[in-house]
């Protein structure tokens, strides 16, 4: 997993949302944030400035500052509403969605609420512990632009 500038992220590589909104994790995402081979995981707002979303555990959730969202929607932590269906917390997105066959499956009209729409290019980066990041714009995606070398999934 190539780092994009020295002490900066590291990118997994890239990823297309298709047509039904599946969107491919790349195995070595997959293993180094220890996601079953399926299993529901939560969507979390990507940074103001990247775009796109987060992808986590519910666990690691928990055990960070964002855990308010699931003590105020205990719904979202327990997988009670449905899958890809929207919660605002202060404003911002959250759903859940189910990992099948090494990615996920977003419905587009939720993909639209983290500013994705069919067909667009996600960057996918080590984030936090606590999440997956698949970013859209900004400065990280524009120097990833400059390495044609980064794998497509």
């Not at 666990?59 to 929207?86: A, D, M, N, Q």
């Not at 587009?108 to 698949?134: N, Q, W």
Request: charged share 20%; aromatic share 8%; net charge positive.
């Amino acid at each position: 997993m190539p780092q994009l500038v020295k002490g900066g992220k590291h990118a997994f590589g890239w990823s297309h949302t298709g047509e039904s909104g599946r969107i491919i994790i790349p195995p070595e995402a997959l293993t180094e944030y220890h996601f079953q081979k399926s299993g529901k995981l939560i969507l979390l707002p990507g940074s103001r400035t990247s775009g796109g979303f987060g992808l986590g555990s519910r666990v690691c959730l928990e055990k960070s500052s964002l855990g308010t969202v699931i003590k105020v929607h205990p719904e979202l932590g327990e997988f009670r509403i449905p899958e890809g269906k929207i919660i605002f917390y202060k404003g911002r997105p959250y759903c859940w969605v189910e990992l099948r066959s090494g990615g996920i499956t977003v419905p587009p009209a939720t993909l639209e609420k983290y500013g994705i729409r069919i067909g667009d290019r996600l960057l996918v980066i080590r984030g936090s512990g606590l999440a997956l990041g698949f970013a859209v714009r900004g400065p990280i995606v524009e120097e990833a632009n400059k390495h044609p070398g980064l794998k497509v999934f």
